[in-house]
């Protein structure tokens, strides 16, 4: 067993649960997010969540309850692979993940992950690892990760028509360049990531993700941009915020990164419902003769 979450006040029984929030100024009409809408919520000041997401079962569950934009991120190199970074997921990887995510939402944007060493090279690189994923798995948007140095593939994919997501900040796919994973932009370098976000809106990217920097530089690129920021370890300033559904959900060993708040205890519930499955395998209680054909 895990050890117990303590949930927030609004999650806990007997409170009453707000209904699922959208995106949108009315009530959410039945296609599927787009970029407009995301920046219309920015210009409206309405706050929207992004979450990972691998898989359809996963993806129809984030649907009914409301998440504009699920990503399907090279995450899944930790949490699905196995791995102990996101370096060694492939495009050839995510893509039957993406294809499920697309096909269990209905309502939601996809933005897919552009692994490392699918975009770094050229354009010419990005544009065919993008493609990809929009043509075979149906993703609706592309994330990357990186400033100025990343400002041609961009405009590349911008001009082609596919929709960016920029990410700055903690990059994962530079841990061993950035000396592990740690805050990003203290300091002068603070002033960088202003740029580097400039930059990336003017490139034309839709939206950009701020890990893992100090709250009160997030606010500023926040107060700086007109595209929405996607805030992970950033503080309450940005326009949205990101988790790994399994940090959020309580499916990932504690502890915990500082910024997860655990929602739900699912390690513990699983663990706990799978022994009791056995046990009742084990003592001759399952399956009953109500669970059983004639």
């Known amino acids: 067993m895990s050890e117990s979450v303590s949930q927030p006040e609004s999650t806990k029984q007997g409170s009453t649960e707000p209904e699922p929030t959208t995106i949108y100024s009315s009530p959410s009409p039945r296609r ?133 997501m920029a990410h700055l900040g903690l990059t994962p796919q530079s841990v061993h360049a950035l000396g592990g994973y740690r805050v990003q932009g ?15 809106q003017a490139a ?9 920097v100090p709250s009160e530089l997030a606010a500023q690129v926040t107060a700086s941009l007109a595209i929405p920021t996607v805030g992970i370890g950033a503080g309450p300033q940005t326009d949205a915020q990101v988790l790994v559904w399994q940090d959020l959900l309580g499916l990932t060993p504690n502890p915990a990164p500082r910024f997860v708040r655990r929602y739900a205890d699912l390690r513990g519930t699983i663990t706990d419902a799978v022994c009791r499955w056995t046990k009742d395998v084990e003592t001759g209680r399952y399956p009953a003769a109500d669970e059983s054909y004639r």
């Open 186 to 200: 203290r300091g002068e370098a603070g002033q960088t990531l202003l740029q580097d976000a400039k930059a990336m």
């Open 204 to 212: 034309g990217a839709f939206a950009v993700v701020l890990e893992l």
């Open 32 to 164: 599927r997010t787009t970029v407009r809408d995301l920046a219309e919520a920015k210009r409206a000041g309405r706050r929207w969540v992004m979450l990972t997401c691998y898989d359809a079962l996963t993806a129809q569950l984030f649907d009914e309850a409301g998440v504009p934009v699920l990503l399907v991120g090279d995450s899944a190199a930790n949490v699905v692979f196995g791995h102990d970074s996101t370096l060694p997921i492939t495009v050839d990887d995510l893509i039957p993940l993406v294809q499920g995510v697309s096909r269990g939402s209905h309502n939601a944007l996809v933005v897919a992950d552009l692994p490392f060493g699918s975009y770094q090279a050229n354009a010419e690189q990005a544009l065919q690892s993008a493609t990809r994923f929009l043509k075979e798995a149906g993703a609706h948007a592309v994330k990357l990760e990186g400033g100025v140095q990343v400002l041609p593939q961009v405009e590349a994919l911008v001009a082609a028509g596919i929709p960016v």
